[in-house]
DNA sequence: CTATAAACGATAATTTTTTTCCTTAAATAA
DNA sequence: TTATTTAAGGAAAAAAATTATCGTTTATAG
């Protein structure tokens, strides 16, 4: 994803193009999960006199306008990303790493529709546990 | 659960059973998931001049403890349940009413592992839809 | 009962997030 | 291009959420 098509997404959304939302798209391409903070030390290394406040205020106006996703993690601060199509998460409860998993959940909510007879709209999947690098570290 | 039970599940981890904490624990056992407000505004009415201060704490200890489980949610505030059998949460996006659904993450973390080689400890599963109550009251 | 340590309430302090307000700069049109 | 307009930025204040402090109360062990 390169700086023309961040653009063009933020124009279709009538959102003005700015440096600083560039950056948080790029970081946030980059890094894929990020959390506020990190978000704000990314631009801040770019813009040194950027606002925290202005952070919060475009991630929040992106993450209204679908451009980006708000991922709630159980033990965690919640991290932000790009929006792409449904997926799972994994989170490594050593390290922090979060890695994108694609999954059917078609099961999961015919399931859930049938026996609770709620019409199902999205789903929030998030696996705790240990990446492959912190297993191998831990066997020391 | 009765009152007893919760004493003694409170003793076996060391913890004192206070009113203040009763009237915690009973009030999940009543409504199921509630979060910080709405358990400060229960345990209030019993004991009007109960500090906001000490629920923080207290559900803070009973959740490190174990006895409680936090539950966050993908647009709303976090809400606490008393921990039982993992399980999944259908979230009604029209009236916010909060159900429990068993249902077998087997397959989700074979799946999830075989992929990633991630070593999955736990699952949080979140579904967001529109309860029975509310599809009907659509319908008009 | 008494002694002791945990828990309480009140309050302050911290942390996180949102709002305000004035200035700056991106978009649009002349 | 240049001028106009309007959204967005930065700084700061305000608000909201959470945690820490501290003197007092109370649950529990002996
Ligand atoms: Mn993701
Ligand atoms: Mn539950
Ligand atoms: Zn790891
Ligand atoms: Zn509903």
């Known amino acids: ?10 124009r279709n ?5 700015t440096p600083q939302r560039l950056k948080i ?3 946030l391409n980059t890094f894929g999960h990020l959390n506020i903070d990190m978000l704000y030390q990314e631009v801040k290394e ?3 006199n950027v ?3 202005t952070v919060y205020k475009n991630i929040a106006i992106m993450t209204e306008n679908g451009l980006l996703e ?7 601060k919640s991290v932000f990303e790009i929006r792409k199509e449904p997926h799972l998460h994994l989170h490594c409860s ?16 015919a399931h859930a529709e049938a026996v609770s007879g ?15 690098a912190c297993q191998t570290n831990a066997k020391k």
Request: charge should be negative; aromatic fraction near 4%.
């Open 1 to 10: 994803m390169d700086k023309e098509l961040i653009a063009t997404n933020l």
């Open 13 to 17: 959304h009538h959102l003005k193009v």
């Open 25 to 27: 798209v790029e970081s």
């Open 46 to 48: 770019a813009y040194p």
């Open 51 to 53: 606002s925290l406040a």
């Open 70 to 76: 708000k991922v709630k993690l159980p033990e965690s």
């Open 94 to 109: 050593k390290c922090g790493k979060i890695e994108d998993i694609s999954f059917d959940t078609e099961q999961i909510r």
């Open 118 to 132: 709620y019409s199902i709209q999205s789903s929030d999947i998030v696996l705790r546990g240990v990446c492959p």
